[in-house]
């Protein structure tokens, strides 16, 4: 569903960010990605849907390679969700009309189609009764619990969720990673930066571990957690124990 050919990404003559990253995520898979902050996560996911650009490389979702100058932005921006750290909601809107304005505007969904299909979702995600609320009156769990809603109302076959739980309260956290885990179970292709270990280790179908813009470790939750190979994975993981 989605791969990475020798991806490189520099800000500025001096600082790389991504080095030959080359991987790929089939469909249907959970992939974590973990690793020290400044490491290069977020900035990846960044680059699948063309938040950020690349400076050599190639990235393909679905066949389409993405920073081909002949491919269609809007088009590709369609297709993969795409959930912020800091909700990034329309505050003047209420929650209803932040779930409908994508598929109004973008599949040409009737108000009536768009209006059911958001009640449909705020269920999905235990916020029924916030249907007329605005982002203001919301806590940050159910405003990133509306961020993910609005993210499935275009029906992506991708999400890519770029630290769902930093923003938050800590007791928060679980409200918002029970949504995200009832979503691992759908077949929708997932990409989750997250400091959150339990959660990648009970969701991920495979945990990636980056390190100064590199892709250290490439394994299954099991094997990571347990065995990691690389020694800064293995480092990285007795700190966090310690």
Known sequence: MIRFDKVNKWYGPHLKVLTDITAEVNKGEVVVLCGPSGSGKTTLIRTINRLEPINSGTITVNGQETHAKTANVNRLRRDIGFVFQQFNLFPHMSVMDNIMLAPRKLRGMSRAQAEEKARTLLARVGLEDKAGSYPAQLSGGQ????AIARSLAMDPPIILFDEPTSALDPEMVGEVLAVIKDLAHTG???MCVTHEMGFAREVADRVWF???????????????FSSPKHPRAQRFLADLRH
């Open 143 to 146: 405003s990133q619990r509306v």
């Open 188 to 190: 929708i292709t997932m």
């Open 210 to 224: 980056l390190d100064k813009g590199g892709l250290l470790e490439d394994a299954k939750p099991d094997e990571f």
